[in-house]
Nanobody, 123 residues
Framework: QVQLVESGGGLVQAGGSLRLSCAAS????????MAWYRQAPGKQRELVAS???????NSEKSVKGRFTISRDNAKRTVYLQMNSLKPEDTAVYYC?????????????????WGQGTQVTVSS
């Protein structure tokens, strides 16, 4: 299985920045999409941004222009650079790793989750 280790969360003042990292280990052979989700109290978990192996990015509208997702395939690590943080960004941020493997002409998807890292933005 794939194991994900997250880091970079913490307490930051509104307008500040944080950089989240998520390193994958284990059996990661195959194509993958790495993503960051977040879940705030009383809210459903939502996709923040995702990036595939080719660098194609999707991001949630509320974070466009503020958050940047990137990945280092050699290090098997995904990053989320968060700038201009707002109190509304306060949430537990979860790293997600979707691994696609191919066998016998079939595509298989396995999804893995990190433990989550708390991001708290104070006003």
């Amino acid at each position: 299985q794939v194991q994900l280790v997250e880091s970079g969360g913490g307490l930051v003042q509104a307008g500040g920045s944080l950089r989240l990292s998520c390193a994958a280990s284990g059996s990661t052979s195959g194509s993958s999409v790495m993503a960051w989700y977040r879940q705030a109290p009383g809210k459903q978990r939502e996709l923040v941004a995702s990036i595939d192996a080719g660098g194609v990015v999707n991001s949630e509208k509320s974070v466009k222009g503020r958050f940047t997702i990137s990945r280092d395939n050699a290090k098997r690590t995904v990053y989320l650079q968060m700038n201009s943080l707002k109190p509304e960004d306060t949430a537990v941020y979860y790293c997600n790793y979707a691994l696609y493997t191919y066998y016998g002409g079939e595509r298989y998807e396995n999804t893995y989750w990190g433990q989550g890292t708390q991001v708290t933005v104070s006003s």
